[in-house]
């Protein structure tokens, strides 16, 4: 039995052609420039480049990182439990941020709403009447036809905000009280700012509930 398969494809080279036998062969006696046998530009370059880099970055951090110094390091230092005295947060700051991020997607950031669709919060009686009625509405969202300066809306509902069951955003009282403020002093209106009291209270008294209809709403205070 012979140990050789008469279609071994060492036996014939089948894929070379007899030019690129003899290329390889002039190659080999040096008779043809060997291109591949020669170092390459690029990755030359490259490794300059890179070598520079690398040395740029060591100067560069030497010179520009602070470095650690243990006579900098005070152990006797009061521990930081945040204590300190609490930093006072612009509620008309805060609230311009909130409002501009999510109310404006709706009631667009000049408060004037979408005809038809979103109500405005500009000149809107909602918004500088009554501020338990307004509070009710951004934290449990309202539902079905609204009247706002004489025009019906309903075709949409305004979403649940507070920190309550339902609720997509979950907003923290103090949250709404600033978007609230900052609503209650722009865009025209003049109304004083709502308290993260004021949100709480009305939280803490209706607990988890459903969306607000209009009707409802006019029979509160
Ligand atoms: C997804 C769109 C949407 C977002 C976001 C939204 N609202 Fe509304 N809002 C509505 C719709 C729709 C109504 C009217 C609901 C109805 O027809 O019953 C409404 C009604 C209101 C009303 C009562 C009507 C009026 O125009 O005065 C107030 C006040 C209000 N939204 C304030 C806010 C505030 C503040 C925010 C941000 C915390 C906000 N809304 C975010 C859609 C939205």
């Known amino acids: 039995m012979s140990d ?8 014939e080279q089948a894929g070379a052609s007899d030019e690129s036998l003899l290329t390889a062969h ?4 040096g008779w043809k420039a060997d291109d591949g046998a020669n ?10 480049a890179f070598s520079g880099l690398i040395f740029y970055a060591g100067i560069y951090l030497n010179k520009y990182s602070v470095r650690y110094s243990p006579s900098a390091f005070d152990e ?3 521990a930081n439990t945040g204590a300190g005295p609490a930093v006072k947060v612009d509620p008309l700051v805060l609230g311009k941020k909130n409002f501009e991020s999510v109310c404006a997607t709706c009631h667009q950031a000049t408060g004037l709403g979408v005809p038809g669709i979103y109500p405005p919060l500009a000149g809107s009686e909602w918004v500088s009447g009554s501020n338990e009625r307004l509070i009710r509405i ?5 539902k079905g036809p609204v009247k706002v300066k004489g025009v019906e809306y309903g075709a949409a509902a305004m979403p649940v905000f507070g920190k309550v069951a339902g609720s997509g955003y979950n907003w923290s009282d103090e949250k709404i009280a600033a978007t609230l403020t900052y609503v209650r002093a722009s865009f025209g209106n003049t109304s004083p700012a709502i308290t993260a009291d004021q949100v709480t209270a009305i939280r803490t008294k209706e607990g988890d509930r459903k969306e607000w209809s209009q009707e409802e709403l006019l029979k509160l205070p």
Do not use: S, T
């Not at 002039?26 to 006696?29: A, G, T, V």
């Not at 951004?138 to 309202?142: D, I, K, Q, R, S």
């Open 4 to 11: 050789q398969d008469p279609i071994d494809p060492r036996l």
């Open 26 to 29: 002039e190659k080999l006696r």
């Open 76 to 78: 006797n230092a009061p």
């Open 138 to 142: 951004v934290l449990y969202g309202l």
């Open 39 to 48: 170092y390459r530009m690029l990755p030359l370059v490259l490794l300059f």
